[in-house]
């Protein structure tokens, strides 16, 4: 019973601890009033001018990171600070988020007041989304996967390049097929430091010419009286074709027959003449 109890007792501190653990995160990260990408550079300023003798502290969080006293670097590099007194943080990594602060004392030990400080957060750069799709009898969905960015950051959808309605942040965007037929989908994901958009897609749920999300009593009307149609015209199109050769042909043949025709008669004539001649030498033999 003891050990049932310790094992509770244990959960809830874990619990505890972790919710503890996001909400100083999400308020850390609200905090911020400077961002910048991971591997970058990041100058902090410093609205004061130097002199020779006067003293440089620069502080991360409660930390000393940098000291130095009259040109003398006590703490840090000299490469940590410009002429100015400026701090260059090179090659950012999220360990480096924090709230920077300088301290300018003078030779006299009076101090420079109303410095400003920054409250800075090093994000990772978005990861460049992609978007898929999921058919559903008449419904599609675009979802955007974002990797990690979706989880702190909203999305933002985009129809044929287009903003999509404001109230559209989510991972997935749901529509009706017959709506976006022939539409295309990107998604955008952005934090403070980068942005990314999505390769344009289109639904896939319908490759035909005649959608099936129409029912069957309108659907096959349809697809039939197309079909007849389309048979009607290609009958008068053969039609045509056939009679186009058929009037070609007798160009051609006409005056082919028309040769032989008169052809044939001279070959009668030349016959038949003979035959006459002989019954004249025989009508006047008889005469004689």
Same mark, same amino acid.
């Not at 979802?143 to 559209?168: L, R, V, Y």
């Not at 959608?211 to 009958?235: E, F, K, N, S, Y």
């Given at each position: 019973?003891?050990?049932? #109890?310790?094992?509770?007792?244990?959960?809830?501190?874990?619990?505890?601890?972790?919710? =503890?653990?996001?909400?100083?995160?999400?308020?850390?990260?609200?905090?911020?009033?400077?961002?910048?990408?991971?591997?970058?550079?990041?100058?902090?300023?410093?609205?004061?001018?130097?002199?020779?003798?006067?003293?440089?502290?620069?502080?991360?969080?409660?930390?000393?990171?940098?000291?130095? /006293?009259?040109?003398? +670097?006590?703490? %840090?590099?000299?490469?940590?600070?410009?002429?100015?007194?400026?701090?260059?943080?090179?090659?950012?990594? #999220?360990?480096?988020? %924090?709230?920077?602060?300088?301290?300018?004392?003078?030779?006299?030990?009076?101090?420079?007041?109303?410095?400003?400080?920054?409250?800075?957060? +090093?994000?990772?750069?978005?990861?460049?989304? @992609?978007?898929?799709?999921?058919?559903? @009898?008449?419904?599609?969905?675009?979802?955007?996967?974002?990797?990690?960015?979706? #989880?702190?950051?909203?999305?933002?959808?985009?129809?044929?390049?287009?903003?999509?309605?404001?109230?559209?942040?989510?991972?997935?965007?749901?529509?009706?097929? @017959?709506?976006?037929?022939?539409?295309?989908?990107? =998604?955008?994901?952005?934090?403070?430091?980068?942005?990314?958009?999505?390769?344009?897609?289109?639904?896939?749920?319908?490759?035909?010419?005649?959608?099936?999300? =129409?029912?069957?009593?309108?659907?096959?009307?349809?697809?039939?009286?197309?079909?007849?149609?389309?048979?009607?015209?290609?009958?008068?199109?053969?039609?045509?074709?056939?009679? /186009?050769?058929?009037?070609?042909?007798?160009?051609?043949?006409?005056?082919?027959?028309? *040769?032989? *025709?008169?052809?044939? #008669?001279?070959? +009668?004539?030349?016959?038949?003449?003979?035959?006459?001649?002989?019954? =004249?030498?025989?009508?006047?033999?008889?005469?004689?």
């Amino acid at each position: 019973m003891r050990i049932v #109890k310790k094992m509770a007792s244990a959960a809830t501190i874990a619990v505890f601890l972790l919710c =503890c653990y996001f909400i100083v995160s999400s308020g850390s990260q609200a905090d911020c009033n400077v961002y910048a990408a991971t591997g970058s550079n990041f100058t902090v300023q410093l609205k004061h001018v130097l002199k020779d003798s006067d003293s440089l502290r620069w502080f991360k969080n409660k930390k000393v990171i940098f000291l130095r /006293k009259s040109k003398l +670097v006590i703490r %840090g590099k000299n490469d940590d600070v410009d002429s100015n007194g400026k701090l260059k943080l090179t090659q950012l990594t #999220k360990d480096k988020s %924090g709230r920077y602060r300088p301290e300018v004392h003078r030779e006299d030990g009076t101090s420079a007041v109303d410095l400003p400080s920054v409250r800075l957060c +090093v994000l990772d750069p978005v990861q460049k989304p @992609k978007v898929t799709v999921t058919c559903d @009898k008449t419904k599609v969905t675009f979802t955007c996967d974002a990797g990690q960015s979706e #989880k702190n950051f909203p999305i933002k959808w985009f129809m044929d390049n287009k903003n999509g309605p404001e109230n559209e942040t989510g991972k997935e965007l749901k529509r009706p097929v @017959k709506d976006v037929l022939n539409a295309r989908f990107s =998604c955008n994901v952005s934090n403070p430091v980068s942005s990314e958009i999505s390769q344009p897609v289109q639904q896939d749920c319908i490759k035909s010419s005649f959608p099936d999300i =129409c029912g069957i009593d309108v659907c096959i009307p349809v697809r039939t009286g197309a079909g007849i149609l389309l048979l009607v015209i290609l009958i008068v199109i053969v039609c045509c074709i056939q009679r /186009k050769a058929n009037l070609i042909k007798d160009k051609v043949e006409l005056p082919l027959r028309k *040769h032989h *025709h008169h052809h044939q #008669k001279q070959l +009668v004539g030349s016959v038949l003449e003979p035959d006459i001649c002989a019954d =004249c030498d025989l009508e006047g033999d008889n005469r004689i």
